[in-house]
């Protein structure tokens, strides 16, 4: 008989809860274990508080609420100096009782549990979510599929309103550092414009293809930006630096605004105002709604082969989705590796720059 601790970590994305289930279901039916959450990651450790877990659609006339759920039902929490008090939370796994622990968490979540986890000698196995999809040496984490889905579709509605008014929608997505949403979302969606952290971009490449479209008939446009799309240097020098309250050189994190607005304010001001753009910021809904089928599938397979590497008493791994099926690599190596970005020399980039699409670095 085990007793495993299942927490989830950092921003929260849909997918979790299928992981949860698929790893209770899976303990209990195969092995007769027990699967505890642990609410709100480390805080909850700290705490030394539990969930009980059963098989939710027992309780629920058969339906499983864990299935379609967005969200974590353990909560989550994406900030704390955790590490300040380890002592008590190292403490915590064996006052808590657990014979092992699966993390689901973005990358640096992970660090900071794997850390723990060394220094505790815990029974590990961590498993990658994040939209941002930046987690190394998966192709995949959960989350990121329902996100792209949910961009494309806000692509989908903008289309048509801006093409009804001649106008340049600028949709904001989220990426601080990785654009892996944007590139995936923006490319499914049709977009006319990817902005990126990875492939600086000028204001003049921007509003030039602006016009080459407007000379092939083309009236209006969607411009996909990721929150970290980075400007390069010779904008600033042409004077498009203005709006951005850092320093030369610290503006790629911080514009006054965000990355989108800033960016309709530069198109306006090039084009003498001759360009009508306007602004949607997508943020958090692309983190909520129900999971597409993919990530269900996913973050099921990642729940169920958690628990078949705790039987195998294999730790110290994350596990990975590659070439269509759940695989694990150390820990430590995927950390290493990460963030993840996407290559400017990737087939993406590539497709994308095939179709005419301005990506930047001109
Ligand atoms: O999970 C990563 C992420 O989605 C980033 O792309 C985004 O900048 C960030 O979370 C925002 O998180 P929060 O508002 O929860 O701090």
Redesign the pocket.
Known sequence: MKHIGILTS??D?PGLNCVIRAAVNHAKLTHNWEVVGIPYATQGLLERQTIPLNIHGWDLRGIDPLINMGGTILGSI??GDTLASAPEILASYEALGLDALIAVG?DGSLKIIHELATLGNWNLVAIPK???NDVALTERAIGFDTAVNTVVDAINRLTFTAASHDRVMIVEV???TAGHLALHSGIAGGADVILIPEIPYTIKGLCEHLSQLRAWGRKFAIVLVA?GATPCLEDLDDGFSCDLENAPGEHITSPKCGRGQYIADQISKLTNHFVDTRVSVLG?I??GGIPSALDRLIATAYGKTAVDLIAQEKYDKMLAWQCGKVVNVPIADALDKSPYLVDPQSDLVKIARALGIYIGEN
């Open positions: 950092g921003g994305c994406n900030k973005g994040t939209i941002d989220m990426g601080r929150e958090h692309q983190r």
